[in-house]
């Protein structure tokens, strides 16, 4: 008798990231080059989650260039829409249709623990809005949508990531296996690149001052002289310790660039002063990142493979995604 063997099912992974501004250092350590290593070990779905960033105000014109440049970015951090499903979160359908039924198996308290919805609430008191407080539950519907395994983000995203699971157990536990379980995925190092100007803070790309973010796109000139006026310590000693949080994250910034340990790094600059430390800091990062402003500059000059590829992306995300939700609408009694 003929055995009908299945095809083995690569794992999937999921990932996003907001159009809200220039992406930075932290952006691609924390999350796109990390989705650019993962692709051909799993089937990959990456996404620019515009209708994340609408959670905050955003001035339309602005917006249009950033999921554009957004979208072009992620594809120069070396994401190939060839081997990965690249898209644009609005133009997939399903992801609002389940984060509204996934909002109805989420419970208000759990929403209110969020540190991220705390967060920008303060920053922005003027617009608590529901979808802000709701963000996490489309969050949880962009990952479970794609049955995803895996989730790769900076650990600022741990949260959430906790809470797609919780929203994906109570709904499996009251209709049977729906969603599969997605794990997060924080790399060893970059997992939280600071602020410049507050290393006890997040480099984020929302930073009103400018100096405390490295923009992937900055030139070289910006980048080292951003990294000349980072803020340190008095110390004037380059050793990872506690304590000397503007040091650390250099030198862990400096150790994913250049691949080099603490170690060596401490050994490198011994008896050096900061000023020496800085501007090598600068010049690895300026370098490193030297292809993927020039591999931009290439994707922008092409709008039309630009659209190309977001319009196939968005019609494979929408064929895969489309049977989850069937599946769910399925279970939950909703009439075909
Ligand atoms: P915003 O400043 O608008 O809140 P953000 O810079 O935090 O944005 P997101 O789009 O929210 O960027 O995040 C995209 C990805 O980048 C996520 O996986 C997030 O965890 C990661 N990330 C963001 N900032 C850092 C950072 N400083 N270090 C490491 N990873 C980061
Ligand atoms: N909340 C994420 C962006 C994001 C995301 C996702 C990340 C939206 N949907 C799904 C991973 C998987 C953030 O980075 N702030």
Not at 116 to 124: A, E, I, R, T
Not at 310 to 330: F, I, M, N, P
Request: glycine share 6%; hydrophobic share 35%.
């Amino acid at each position: 008798m003929e055995t009908t063997q299945k095809p083995e099912r690569k794992p999937v992974i999921f990932s996003g990231i907001q159009p809200t501004g220039i992406m930075t250092l932290g952006n691609y350590l924390g999350a796109l080059k990390q989705w650019a290593m993962l692709q051909d070990e799993y089937d990959s779905y990456y996404c620019i989650v515009d209708m994340h960033a609408i959670t905050i105000r955003q001035d339309p014109a602005a917006f249009r260039k950033n999921i554009l440049s957004g979208y072009a970015l992620m594809l120069a951090c070396g994401i190939d829409p060839q081997r990965s499903t690249t898209f644009i979160q609005s133009h997939v359908k399903t992801h609002a249709e389940l984060a509204w039924i996934l909002n109805c198996y989420t419970q208000f308290g759990e929403l209110s623990r969020m540190t991220q919805f705390k967060d920008k609430s303060q920053k922005h008191p003027d617009n608590i809005n529901v979808g802000l407080f709701a963000y996490p539950s489309l969050m949880a519907a962009d990952i479970l949508l794609y049955q995803a395994d895996l989730v790769p983000v900076g650990v600022d995203q741990k949260q959430h990531l906790e809470l797609t699971r919780d929203i994906a157990t109570r709904f499996n536990s009251v209709y049977g296996n729906t969603f599969t379980l997605p794990d997060g995925y924080y790399p060893k190092a970059g997992a939280k690149i600071m602020s410049l100007q507050d290393p006890t803070k997040k480099m984020s790309k929302s930073d009103e001052n400018v100096n405390a973010f490295v923009a992937i796109l900055d030139d070289q000139d910006t980048i080292i002289r951003k990294f000349k006026r980072a803020v340190t310590d008095s110390e004037a000693q380059v050793v990872y310790r506690e304590g000397k949080d503007g040091i650390n994250n250099l030198m862990s910034i400096y150790s994913v660039v250049t691949g080099k340990t603490y170690e060596e790094i401490e050994k490198e600059f011994d008896g050096k002063g900061y000023g020496d430390f800085k501007l090598a800091v600068g010049e690895a990062v300026a370098e490193h990142l030297r292809p993927i402003r020039e591999n931009y500059a290439r994707y922008m000059n092409d709008k039309a493979y630009l659209e190309e590829c977001y319009h196939k992306g968005a019609e494979k995300a929408l064929k895969v995604s489309q049977r989850t939700l069937d599946k769910v609408h399925k279970k939950i009694g909703f009439i075909r």
